[in-house]
């Protein structure tokens, strides 16, 4: 696997395995002779010859006068002490004849440690592994636990065959009850093996190498339309400049009043957060709620390992804040289950959604932790139901791709997007009419078949998955601007700045099945519309209650009364009808008033 980590590749001396190098065999040192053994002093066998008659002598002995339990506890220490040396020997012989630079399985263990916290590392010295290789870095403000995945961390794997390899999509099972959009099923690895499968080195970073951020202490506005003081007003111009991409940039990325973003910049976050925000390496798992619009959903089915090395951070502003505490109890850690809490202070925008749920933390990530090597942004109102490390497998590893994205589940075309936002007052017309012939002027057209293998304009933009290289970094940073300039609704500028990155360097968004993103969050309402369901509920008049007739009790009879009465009437019963069927076929004989005998018929 190209840039992947080591799959446990044996050196030489390990299991008998060889080494190549140069395309020779490489043989290991000659061991210097060994010097002569001198006869004993003492020896059990009183008289034993030297060489081997003395030892044999010994052996009978022992067998002469040992019971047989004794012989078979002596065969079994004899057997141990034969394996031990074998196993010493061994490992001598790994640690002098592995060629210089070959990956062992420690190295990637070690990989993954330092993944997860930079403070573990290991060194070697001499021909031997140092036995102190492992240091943990103290923090000076916080004594979260991370020595845990150091024992339980599982050992690299081999696949010879990816699990999923023989998986085949199949749509969302058919449901009477629920005919909107539904989960499909997904293919994933267990944490253990996506752990193995991790890329050693960063995803490339096509042409770009270094993306540096724009600060201005006085910033002017220079032409209407040109986004806000937090954007730092890019001109046109630095727009257009900004797509000519080149080895070393530098571009407006928000937080332009300030060196540290977070610090007096706007978005303002305390210096104890911040401190917490830059300690985090490796994976962010991030969500917002702001205006106090969504419910807090707490992660499920994440692994121990994950809880101890991935950062799980929830953005509130000071009126969320406010309102989560006067129904739920933050501890001293300021957490709340897994979420790691941060209370935003000195937003930049009076809209909510620009605060929270598009403009800054969630196309901003990699501003607010610049240390995370992937990050995985969810909105506030969806509930992440499976592991971090497995969704990294499944939508950037196995693909190669360093960003995903889900596409909308229904619309693939930016102009149908822009009449449906129109029609659901999503935001005002005339400005989402703005933007959409401002991007017609520049080129934008219909989706179509002649854009494959981009499958779609339109993305559904609650989930971003994406590894942190200067590329995808310069990528969140333009379309930020565009939301900041434009409308606040991102799924219309999304194409655009993909689009425009494309066309110059060989690097694109993936986009996958709005149903395979429905597998590993679960969404649920926003809190308004939670509170009129449930007020919808209550104003409801109680349903009556059941009426229950009451049954008599059967009287109770003896066995033999029960059954005479019922012979009985069924004999009677009988004999009645055996009597009407008989006399309806013969004649009815009377007598008359005169004594005569009539006959009717």
Request: glycine fraction near 6%; charged fraction near 25%.
């Amino acid at each position: 696997m190209n840039g992947g980590a080591s799959l446990g590749l044996r050196t030489s001396g390990s299991y008998g395995s060889l080494q190549h190098s140069n395309g020779l065999l490489a043989s290991p040192a000659p061991s210097p002779p060994l010097a002569a053994r001198k006869p004993a002093k003492l020896s059990l066998g009183g008289g034993g010859g030297p060489g081997r008659g003395g030892e044999r002598l010994l052996f009978a002995r022992i067998y002469m006068f040992a019971s047989r339990r004794q012989r078979m506890l002596l065969l079994l220490l004899v057997a141990v002490a034969v394996v031990l040396c074998f196993l010493f020997s061994s490992l001598v012989s790994k640690d002098e004849v592995a060629a210089p630079g070959t990956e062992t399985m420690l190295g990637f263990s070690d990989h993954v440690l330092s993944f997860v916290n930079p403070g573990w590392t290991s060194s070697f010295s001499g021909n031997g592994l140092n036995t102190t290789s492992l240091a943990k870095k103290q923090s000076d403000i916080s004594n979260e636990k991370v020595q845990g995945p150091l024992w339980t961390f599982p050992p690299a794997i081999a696949l010879e065959h990816h699990p999923c390899e023989n998986f085949s999509f199949s749509p969302p099972p058919v449901d009477r009850k629920r005919t909107g959009p539904r989960p499909c099923p997904v293919c994933y690895v267990p944490v253990e093996q996506a752990l193995a499968l991790m890329p050693r080195a960063p995803t490339a970073s096509p042409i770009l190498q270094s993306l540096n951020y724009l600060s201005e202490d006085h910033l002017v506005l220079k032409e209407s339309g040109s986004g806000s003081l937090f954007g730092g007003y890019p001109s046109l111009e630095q727009r257009d400049m900004s797509y000519d991409i080149k080895d070393s940039m530098t571009v407006h990325c928000g937080f332009v009043r300030g060196k540290i973003p977070g610090l007096n910049t706007g978005f303002d976050v305390d210096e104890a957060d911040l401190y917490e925000m830059r300690k985090c390496h490796g994976t962010v798992v991030a969500s917002a709620i702001f205006g106090n619009y969504d419910i807090m959903q707490q992660p499920e089915n994440i692994s121990e390992f994950s809880k101890d090395t991935v950062c799980f951070f929830m953005f509130l502003d000071e009126e969320t804040e406010a309102a989560i505490k006067n129904t739920t109890t933050v501890d001293n850690m300021k957490r709340i289950g897994l979420w790691r809490v941060i209370v935003v202070h000195n937003l930049p925008y009076s809209d909510a959604r620009r605060n929270g749920k598009v403009h800054v933390p969630k196309l901003l990530l990699h501003r607010l932790f610049p240390n995370v090597r992937y990050s995985l942004w969810i909105d506030g109102k969806l509930k992440l139901v499976k592991d971090p490390y497995q969704l990294l497998e499944r939508f950037l590893w196995r693909k190669n791709v360093s960003f995903a994205i889900s596409r909308h589940y229904r619309r693939f075309d930016v102009f149908e997007e822009a009449e449906a936002n129109k029609a659901g007052g999503k935001y005002d017309n005339a400005s989402i009419d703005n933007q959409i012939e401002f991007y017609k002027k520049e080129g934008l057209t219909h989706y179509s078949s002649a854009k494959l293998p981009i499958t779609s304009d339109v993305p559904e933009g609650c989930v971003i998955i994406r590894e942190n290289i200067p590329i995808t970094n310069l990528f969140t940073c333009l379309w930020f601007n565009e939301v900041d300039r434009f409308t606040s609704r991102d799924q219309l500028s999304f194409s655009t700045v993909r689009d425009k990155i494309r066309s110059r360097v060989n690097w694109t968004a993936d986009m996958f099945l709005d149903c395979e993103r429905r597998d590993f969050v679960v969404q649920a309402y926003h809190r308004e519309l939670m509170e009129q369901k449930l007020a919808a509920l209550r104003s409801q008049p109680p349903p009556p209650p059941a009426v229950v007739r009451a049954q008599q009790p059967r009287k109770m009879l003896p066995d033999n009364a029960a059954k005479e009465p019922v012979r009985a009437s069924a004999t009677k019963k009988s004999t009645g009808k055996r009597s009407r069927k008989s006399s309806s076929k013969q004649p009815h004989r009377t007598k008359a008033a005169s004594g005569k005998e009539t006959v009717r018929l």
